[in-house]
């Protein structure tokens, strides 16, 4: 058991910069104490002394602010940061060295008996105010974005962020491929910044984007055919240039640039002043 206690504190140097020392961990941190509390929640709970196991649970939350059902497994150097107002339902599975912030939700979406709250695999960090609701399987070393409300299964080293949650990838080391390039030279050559197809959106919206860009080059592709066409006909129509994109018009306005605001008609003004 001291073992495990001092696991618990090393967990909370090695996760919170703002750990000075010891004593301050051990009085000054309700998340620990949360977790203290709830193994012997559920080393009564698993020894069917049920209705006290739920007083001690009672208890813990009166004092932390940190709800965990006495059914709920904890794994080892469990770390809740602040605490207050998380839940973590009976159902609820956590590994090792998983990291909660304040918020946090493990619920189900269920009032059927079994499995109804989510696994969290060992290494996955929650950020604050998130949902993460059903019974599937967060990956190991997974992150949940701040407030995001998470209702399905994400990966090992994914991340999940936003409402509902979208899985993002990590693939850093993945080379680009020639649709990839393509695209890119076809953002560029509208004007169009390429990181709006990047995994880092929301997969509905990067697809829309690439398949748009997918069609322009099409598009670009058959009216240049089509010049070369009236060219070999004689025709100088395709010597025209088309109009430049002025990037000033692209550019996000300035915290120092004053918005231009079109000066008031004589009417417009008039009913202003009536007004």
Known sequence: MFKRMKEDIAGVFDRDPAARNTFEVLTCYPGLHAVWLHRIAHALWTRNARLLARMVSHFARWLTGVEIHPGARLGRRFFIDHGMGVVIGETAEIGDDVTLYQGVTL??????????????????VVGAGAKVLGPFTVGKGAKIGSNAVVTKAVPAGATAVGIPGRIILKEPDEPVDEQSARRQAMAEKIGFDAYGVSRDMPDPVAKAIGQLLDHLHAVDGRLEGMCKALSDLGSDYCGKDLPTLDDHDFEPLKDDQPETVPPLTEDAASSERQG
């Open 107 to 124: 619920g189900g979406t269920s009032w059927n008996k079994g499995k109804r709250h989510p696994t969290l695999e060992d290494g996955v």
